[in-house]
């Protein structure tokens, strides 16, 4: 079963910066990685609804959302199978529990080992890590 859990969080002021990384495990050769449409950074602070973040898409294409656009850099390691999320110039504003997410497409894929593997369209979610910044 595939399993995201994401690490980096913790409390900082106003103006520094935080590392976040999500690491996936439990891929095999039927659900397979040839399958991630895209992988993403969402976060919901207290009281609001979640909100997306960044992605980073299977071709490299990245986005954000326009809050962060300047301070935050996501990135990937396919060789550890990790996300990442450079966070630079935090506000107060940022605070908020950060989620990984994969987002697997529907239909046949091509994995490495020159196979076809049936996908299964299924969105993974990480259980979070808390992001605070004070001021």
């Known amino acids: 079963q595939v399993r995201l859990v994401e690490s980096g969080g913790g409390s900082v002021q106003a103006g520094g910066s935080l590392r976040l990384s999500c690491a996936a495990s439990?891929?095999?050769?039927?659900?397979?990685?040839?399958?991630?449409?895209?992988m993403s950074w969402y976060r919901q602070a207290p009281g609001k609804e979640r909100e997306f973040v960044s992605a980073i898409d299977s071709s490299g294409r990245t986005t954000y959302v326009d809050s962060v656009k300047g301070r935050f850099i996501i990135s990937q390691d396919n060789a550890k199978n990790t996300l990442y999320l450079q966070m630079n110039s935090l506000k107060p504003d940022d605070t908020a529990k950060y989620y990984c997410?994969?987002?697997?497409?529907?239909?046949?894929?091509?994995?490495?080992?020159?196979?076809?593997?049936?996908?299964?369209?299924?969105?993974?979610w990480g259980k979070g890590t808390l992001v605070t910044i004070s001021s």
């Open positions: 997410n994969h987002r697997l497409t529907t239909g046949l894929r091509l994995r490495d080992d020159g196979k076809l593997v049936s996908c299964n369209g299924v969105d993974y």
């Open positions: 439990g891929y095999t050769t039927f659900v397979s990685t040839a399958c991630i449409d895209g």
